[in-house]
């Protein structure tokens, strides 16, 4: 999006007699679609009868760029597009039709602005036709191999330091007083396009780590030089529709992402190992995978491999219905219908034993669900639900296997300040993730192994999206087209208070824990979009825990991150 503060238009006017021409007002789509405010123009006009030059000038408000590192909604600042900027890529997405509104997550590929969170969802085909120099890295982006450019290659890159503070972790669970790290990665690419039809993706990654006090480290935070993405990907137009296979080594984004995302709070993303089939048609788009996961452990250069006993597979379809009128603006939804199952093994996929201890074991977990998601005029909404059916079986020859039978209900919806300079949004998130009783064989917690959004129910990261019900109006503002804010003010309560708190076996204290409240934490995440390259981005949280909970062991605590990114 482009800065509309003045334009001027200058066109030849015909005579309008004595009668005076005193003001004129032009459209300007994007600044209304931003719920911007016109002035209405004037115009100058020379003696009656004569035709003459007319000088036009239309104020309008700024408007935000669009976000060149865009969060997955309803998370990240909401980015509403001009009236039918569908019919033509936001940033540098593939044009996927309806389904490029607003960050483009629709489309199945994750949010893109002018990049993606999965790289190769970008299309730098643009610069084909278009002369190199408005950006440094430009030449980067665009490499002709051929005469005709039909074999081109693009190169990405990401650095990230990250560092944060921790005073009284997890609740005081982690039994740490103070804790504080500082991270690094390295993210680098290469996509290759072989003509219209087939591109090569790679992409290697090396991260580092270090602090004082830390709990809880993992492979997640170190990694040696290796191949974080591999893939071919074959696409054209088959039955109408744009589709394509992809096969290899691959972020997956098509989900809601408080279901399943990238792993972005620790230094290596999650990445899967198999293929995907894809279609989209004009309104509707069909997705299907199978996926085995990726094994970081093995210490070495070039060293990781497939984990056959992880593995993510389904199906997902997305139908956007006819557009609407309400509040006299258009408003668009997309209706997401899902199958997909999940089977992990080790603590993250452990389960509460009658004692409360956690039991390890091996979860197979069937996802049935739906999102209905869009805009509603000022309205801006995610509604969606999930039923878990399955099995659990605890580590060990002998252990009998469990029923799974858990289900979760995610909300999130607001309103945008009309004629707002700042473009004000107030929402209310509100979700219920069960959590079954303990003391039976059925397993009724809810859960999700794969790294969903965390920052989605908390972003200290303190609790999960797992036996819980959470509350959490919120504010996000924009100023100076390059800062954003995001305040909210969550409350938390155990769903049932026969399964452990928050994550099953995560939190012990020094005597049970019965109530039901675990406290409330006020957070805040100021973003200042320095460069279309560089990004900064801070959250101070305060996690104010439930005085009962204190009584048996529990403490309050104060989380604050640092989060400076480059890319190209």
């Known amino acids: 999006m482009s800065d509309l503060s003045v334009r001027t238009v200058s066109r030849r006017v015909r005579p309008l007699g004595r009668r005076p021409f005193s003001a004129?007002?032009?459209?300007?789509?994007?600044?209304?679609?931003?719920?911007?405010?016109?002035?209405?123009?004037?115009?100058?006009?020379?003696?009656?009868?004569?035709?003459?030059?007319?000088?036009?000038?239309?104020?309008?408000?700024?408007?935000?760029?669009?976000?060149?590192?865009?969060?997955?909604?309803?998370?990240?600042?909401?980015?509403?597009?001009?009236?039918?900027?569908?019919?033509?890529?936001?940033?540098?997405?593939?044009?996927?039709?309806v389904f490029n509104r607003d960050s483009g997550e629709a489309a199945g590929f994750g949010p893109v602005g002018r990049y993606g969170v999965a790289r190769w969802a970008e299309d730098w085909s643009s610069l084909r036709s278009k002369k190199k120099g408005d950006d440094p890295f430009d030449v980067l982006k665009y490499i002709p191999l051929t005469r005709s450019g039909s074999v081109w290659i693009s190169f990405s890159g990401e650095t990230r330091a990250r560092n944060w503070f921790e005073n009284r972790p997890v609740l005081g669970a982690a039994h740490v007083a103070d804790s504080g790290r500082f991270t690094v990665r390295n993210l680098y690419g290469a996509d290759l396009h072989l003509g219209t039809h087939v591109r090569l993706y790679g992409e290697l990654i090396n991260a580092d780590a270090g602090g004082w006090r830390p709990y809880g480290y993992g492979d997640t935070y170190r990694k040696q030089l290796d191949v974080q993405q591999a893939l071919i990907e074959v696409k054209g137009h088959v039955a109408g529709a744009k589709a394509g296979f992809m096969f290899g080594r691959q972020a997956f984004l098509d989900m809601p992402a408080y279901v399943l995302y990238y792993r972005m709070s620790s230094s290596v993303p999650l990445a899967w190992n198999g293929f995907r089939a894809y279609a989209a048609w004009s309104r509707v788009r069909v997705d299907a995978w199978d996926f085995v996961g990726t094994d970081i452990t093995p210490d070495g250069i070039f060293h990781d491999t497939e984990d056959y006993g992880t593995r993510l597979y389904g199906v997902e379809t997305t139908w956007a219905p006819p557009d609407f009128v309400f509040m006299g603006q258009t408003g668009y939804s997309f209706l997401d219908l899902f199958y997909f199952g999940t089977k992990a093994g080790g603590g993250i996929s452990g389960v509460s034993a009658p004692s409360f201890a956690v039991q390890p074991g091996m979860a197979t977990r069937n996802n049935f669900g739906g999102r209905w998601h869009g805009i509603a005029g000022?309205?801006?909404?995610?509604?969606?639900?999930?039923?878990?059916?399955?099995?659990?079986?605890?580590?060990?020859?002998?252990?009998?296997?469990?029923?799974?039978?858990?289900?979760?209900?995610?909300?999130?919806?607001?309103?945008?300040?009309?004629?707002?300079?700042?473009?004000?949004?107030?929402?209310?998130?509100?979700?219920?993730?069960?959590?079954?009783?303990?003391?039976?064989?059925?397993?009724?917690?809810?859960?999700?192994?794969?790294?969903?959004?965390?920052?989605?129910?908390?972003?200290?990261?303190?609790?999960?999206?797992?036996?819980?019900?959470?509350?959490?109006?919120?504010?996000?503002?924009?100023?100076?087209?390059?800062?954003?804010?995001?305040?909210?003010?969550?409350?938390?309560?155990?769903?049932?208070?026969?399964?452990?708190?928050?994550?099953?076996?995560?939190?012990?204290?020094?005597?049970?824990?019965?109530?039901?409240?675990?406290?409330?934490a006020p957070q805040a995440t100021l973003t200042w979009q320095i460069g279309p390259h560089l990004s900064w981005a801070q959250t101070l949280s305060r996690f104010m825990t439930a005085s009962a909970l204190n009584r048996v062991g529990g403490s309050s605590g104060t989380y604050y991150m640092s989060n400076l990114s480059f890319r190209f």
């Open 24 to 97: 004129l007002v032009l459209p300007v789509s994007g600044a209304l679609a931003w719920g911007a405010q016109l002035p209405a123009a004037f115009a100058s006009v020379t003696q009656p009868g004569r035709s003459a030059p007319e000088n036009i000038h239309v104020h309008a408000v700024p408007v935000p760029p669009v976000e060149y590192l865009p969060s997955a909604n309803p998370v990240g600042q909401p980015v509403r597009m001009p009236a039918m900027a569908y019919r033509r890529p936001s940033g540098h997405q593939y044009d996927w039709g």
């Open 378 to 520: 000022p309205i801006e909404f995610s509604v969606g639900g999930i039923w878990q059916g399955g099995a659990f079986r605890a580590t060990g020859a002998d252990s009998p296997s469990r029923p799974i039978d858990a289900w979760s209900f995610s909300s999130n919806a607001g309103y945008r300040i009309p004629h707002d300079r700042f473009h004000t949004f107030v929402g209310l998130q509100a979700d219920v993730f069960s959590g079954g009783d303990a003391r039976r064989n059925t397993v009724g917690t809810y859960s999700q192994p794969f790294n969903p959004q965390l920052t989605y129910v908390d972003a200290s990261l303190t609790v999960s999206e797992s036996n819980m019900v959470d509350i959490a109006p919120e504010v996000r503002m924009t100023f100076f087209r390059s800062l954003s804010i995001m305040a909210r003010y969550p409350l938390y309560w155990r769903y049932s208070t026969l399964a452990p708190l928050s994550r099953p076996g995560a939190l012990q204290y020094a005597y049970h824990y019965n109530g039901s409240f675990i406290g409330m």
